[in-house]
């Protein structure tokens, strides 16, 4: 039996920001892990597929401002820098930065036995069983949802996607959220022949809706197949096997479609990419032994001492968040005196297709759902000369969501070329609840990209500036 104060089992990047900030604030803490140190968003997710993406949006810059030859593609050479962000799957460098932070790291799988105790299994089959004097924190992210119709197909996932070793001639991609849309702008570029199967009427659908639509159209120019409101009603594969990652993984999928303006088909492909959502990662770390379940977790009905935080809480899928939630968890354990966060922090999200897709807050349909008068205002994303000289012919819009009551930001939505890097300014400006007319006298540095906030608040009604 080893006794420690706090116990954080996951060591992904809401693991390890919880497990820092506890252990800085004095705590002793066993931060467990049982495959790479780093988790999903270290070589699956956020990092590789980012290190897949930059240098496309390079090359696509290339192609829009005269005085450039348009850049080649090295396959290669991307897929090499792709191996190069993710330390080529070895987690040594997070060991070593784990190490130095002064966590004290086990490997092997953890699974709670009563309260404040979970039993840590390694592969060679020896447990060990810890137990914490303060809390113990379920950071074990999150796992791909397959539907049932594809269970057997050994269809690609997400880390397929990002780890892909064997592009395949024709691929096809079910989903029309984030990753489907990243997916399809990165691996169409790789050579595929992608075709994406979306069950609604439109791409990215927590969005404004001109966000999925320039996606949509940004996507159909270069060459992909987007196919919306389909209804996939058969799916089968010959030779089903899990070849490895990233690789493809048997004969041709062979899938039976239905859409209500064509009719049904037959789509063959060479290899199906599931993009259909993820769900906390729960189902093995013992939730029965201390009389809780899956909607426990998701509702906060947990003991005092147990915390589920980042994607296994069931918040927003988001690296940021997850870190954002360990931040304030990891201080709140170690007794530190902080501002008492606000009650809705805002959540930003960026899509890092071409244009990217960025946003912050609540739609306007989200705010008027939630019973807010609002005021909106859209502007073209190139009607500032900051955004205008990114790219000769530009495409996009900006648009900001106001509380009429209090004159301050709800939510704003950025779409268009390096679009990622103005949406901090409206995270500040939400939590901060800082008025219209507060704001107005920030001055944006000319001509950057964030004279476009001014173009914004021209346009609001003079009652609010």
Request: aromatic residues 4%; contains cysteine; hydrophobic residues 45%.
């Amino acid at each position: 039996m080893r006794r420690v104060d706090v116990i954080v089992v996951g060591g992904g990047p809401t693991g390890e920001n919880v497990a820092q900030y506890a252990h800085d604030g004095g705590l002793s803490v066993l931060l467990i892990e049982g495959e790479l140190l780093g988790g999903e968003c270290s070589y699956y997710a956020c990092m590789p597929s980012k290190a897949l993406l930059r240098p496309l949006d390079v090359r696509a810059t290339s192609e829009h401002l005269p005085g450039l030859r348009p850049a080649e593609l090295d396959v290669a050479a991307l897929l090499a820098r792709r191996d190069a962000w993710v330390s080529h799957y070895d987690d040594t460098s997070q060991l070593d930065w784990a190490t130095g932070a002064g966590l004290d790291v086990m490997r092997g799988h953890a699974r709670l036995v009563g309260e404040k105790t979970v039993s840590v299994s390694s592969d060679g089959g020896a447990s060990t069983v810890v137990e914490a004097g303060v809390a113990l924190v379920l950071a074990t992210g999150s796992v791909p949802v397959v539907p049932p119709m594809f269970a057997d197909l050994h269809a690609w996932g997400s880390r397929d996607a990002t780890g892909v070793v064997e592009v395949p001639d024709r691929l096809v991609i079910v989903g029309g959220g984030v990753v489907a849309c990243e997916a399809a702008t990165w691996m169409s570029a790789l050579g595929s022949s992608v075709t994406m199967l979306v069950r609604g009427d439109a791409l990215l659908t927590d969005q404004e809706p001109f966000a999925g639509a320039a996606v949509l159209d940004a996507l159909r120019t270069a060459g992909v197949d987007v196919r919306l409101a389909t209804r996939i009603t058969d799916a089968s594969r010959a030779g089903a096997a899990d070849t490895g990652l990233g690789r493809v993984h048997g004969g041709p999928v062979t899938l039976a479609v239905e859409r209500d303006e064509s009719g049904s088909e037959r789509i063959v492909a060479d290899e199906l990419l599931l993009a259909t959502g993820r769900r906390p990662r729960l189902d093995d770390v013992g939730l029965d032994a201390v009389g809780v379940n899956a909607d426990d977790v998701r509702a906060g009905r947990l003991p005092t001492w147990l915390h589920a935080i980042g994607d296994a809480g069931g918040g927003a899928p988001l690296t940021h968040m997850g870190k954002y939630e360990a931040r304030v968890l990891g201080a709140r354990l170690a007794g530190a005196h902080e501002t008492p966060p606000p009650r809705d922090v805002p959540v930003p999200q960026v899509v890092f297709t071409d244009p990217q897709v960025a946003a912050v807050g609540s739609s306007e349909a989200q705010a008027r759902e939630a019973g807010h008068d609002v005021v909106t205002v859209a502007v073209p994303f190139a009607s500032a000369a900051g955004t205008a000289l990114l790219r000769d012919d530009g495409v996009g819009s900006a648009k900001i969501v106001v509380d009429r009551a209090t004159g301050c930001l709800l939510g704003a939505t950025f779409v268009g070329h390096e679009a990622a890097e103005l949406i901090h300014a409206a995270t500040v400006a939400i939590v901060g609840q800082v008025p219209i007319g507060v704001l107005r006298h920030a001055v944006p540095s000319y001509p950057t990209s964030s004279e476009l906030w001014l173009r914004l608040l021209e346009e609001l009604p003079t009652n609010l500036r």
